[in-house]
C-alpha cells in the first residue's frame, strides 16, 4: 500500500524560513518522481517543485530562487526547503509520487502553511 505523510508545515513570519518532508511508504520512491504542490483558498492546485528519479529539479518561476527540492532516496523523504516565505506562499503543500513504472499519480494528505506579513 503506497501512502505519502508530510511533516513539518506550520506558521512562519514573512521573509522567514521553513520546510516540509514526505516520507514515502510503500516501496515506491526509488522509482518514482517527488512533487510539492500547493493550493491557496479559491485557487487552484499549482506544482511548485519536482524532483525526478536522477535528481533534475524543476522548480515554479514564482518560488525560483526561494525555494529548493532535494530527496534522500535512503531515507524514502523529499524535501522542501522554503526561505524568504512571502503572505502569498500560505497554502496546502501536498507531496506528490508520480510512479513512472505505473503512469500513476499518489498523494499525501496536505499540510497547511501559513505566512504572516
Known amino acids: 500500500q503506497v501512502k505519502l505523510v508530510e511533516l513539518g508545515g506550520g506558521l512562519v513570519q514573512a521573509g522567514g524560513s521553513l520546510s516540509v518532508s514526505c516520507l514515502a511508504f510503500g516501496s515506491i520512491f526509488s522509482s518514482s518522481a517527488m512533487g510539492w504542490y500547493r493550493q491557496a483558498p479559491g485557487k487552484q492546485r499549482e506544482l511548485v517543485a519536482r524532483?525526478?528519479?536522477?535528481?533534475?529539479?524543476n522548480i515554479a518561476d514564482s518560488v525560483k530562487g526561494r525555494f529548493t527540492i532535494s530527496r534522500d532516496n535512503a531515507k524514502n523523504t523529499v524535501f522542501l526547503q522554503m526561505n524568504s516565505l512571502k503572505p502569498e506562499d500560505t497554502a496546502v503543500y501536498y507531496c506528490?509520487?508520480?510512479?513512472?513504472?505505473?503512469?500513476?499519480?499518489?498523494w499525501g494528505q496536505g499540510i497547511q502553511v501559513t505566512v504572516s506579513s
Open positions: 524532483i525526478t528519479t536522477d535528481g533534475s529539479t
Open positions: 506528490n509520487a508520480f510512479v513512472l513504472a505505473w503512469g500513476k499519480d499518489y
